[in-house]
């Protein structure tokens, strides 16, 4: 009877539900869900930094002209402009809001470049910035840029005066409302307001300014004007600027002796007084005030 009852044991077989772990379920769905997060925020942070979100997308440059005297000239605001290269990298490069001039990322040095006109950033630049190990120009800005003491490339030299400022973010940084906004990283001056932060009202700029007789006139290789009135469109009579400053200026026709004009102008760095047929050779401004503000506003760099 034993015998029969352990060879009855020995074939019944119990077949039993798989046992489910909902613990371990749980960890990998855990798991699974954070890795498509990782990998979806990375991709998110890479189209960004692609694109050029992360870059200001405007820059101020104060230039050093006292190796390259046209340096000066090139100071001002340069905007951001997005592109990819063949190989899909994106290119880092600003262009010059007015007139030409560009700043781009050199991969082989690893240093930001400046060159007059729009090309490979590695190839025949003025300025340079230090080896820098990111490619963003603002951790440039504290750092020595150096430049082209000739044509030829060859030497470069540190400049003593290079300040680099991010555009506006805010319209704060432009007065505010009824002063300034904030536009794409630039101020939109409103109303009677000017300048490169909407600095200047030309309600509060003087009309007129002078040299003291007793103190004598500007020293020159000429006979200078003693007196300077500020420069006008005759059109709205609105304040002509350059560089985000006034410009004054001294009309010979007014006196009858001469055509001509002396021009106290900012150049981007310095301010500068000259005789318009010195500083403007070939420009036509057999119109007087009116050729002046044309070309001041329309081909002036």
């Known amino acids: 009877k034993n015998q029969n009852e352990a060879k009855l044991v020995q074939e019944i077989v119990y077949r039993l539900p798989p046992q489910r772990n909902k613990k371990a379920t749980k960890q990998m769905l855990v798991l699974i869900s954070s890795l498509i997060l990782m990998f979806s925020g990375w991709a998110v942070v890479y189209v960004l930094q692609l694109t050029g979100f992360f870059i200001p997308k405007t820059i101020t440059i104060q230039f050093d002209d006292n190796v390259r005297s046209e340096l000066g000239s090139y100071s001002g605001s340069y905007i951001f402009k997005p592109a990819l290269d063949l190989l899909g990298f994106r ?132 006979e200078f004007s003693l007196e300077y009135h500020l420069l006008r469109d005759p059109s709205d009579n609105s304040v002509v600027s350059v560089y985000g400053h006034p410009v004054f200026h001294f009309d010979y026709s007014s006196t009858g002796s001469t055509a001509g004009f002396d021009i106290m102008m900012y150049t981007g760095f310095r301010w500068v007084l000259f005789y318009s047929n010195d500083g403007f050779k070939g420009v036509d401004l057999s119109n007087g005030v009116r050729s002046l503000v044309d070309y001041l506003k329309e081909d002036f760099r």
């Open 91 to 222: 290119k880092s490069r600003f262009l010059a809001k007015y007139g030409t001039g560009q700043f781009g990322y050199c991969r082989d040095l690893h240093a930001w470049t400046f060159k007059f006109e729009d090309g490979p950033p590695c190839e025949k630049f003025v300025v340079r910035s230090s080896r820098i190990s990111s490619s963003d120009i603002v951790d440039a800005g504290d750092d020595s840029w150096y430049v082209a003491s000739d044509q030829l490339y060859s030497r470069f030299y540190p400049m003593e005066h290079f300040h680099l400022t991010v555009g506006c973010t805010r319209d704060f940084d432009c007065g505010g409302p009824g002063r300034g906004l904030c536009l794409g990283g630039s101020c939109l001056c409103e109303n009677q307001f000017f300048g490169v932060q909407c600095d200047f009202s030309e309600n509060e700029i003087c009309e007129t300014i002078a040299v003291e007789s007793e103190v004598g006139r500007f020293l020159g290789s000429r």
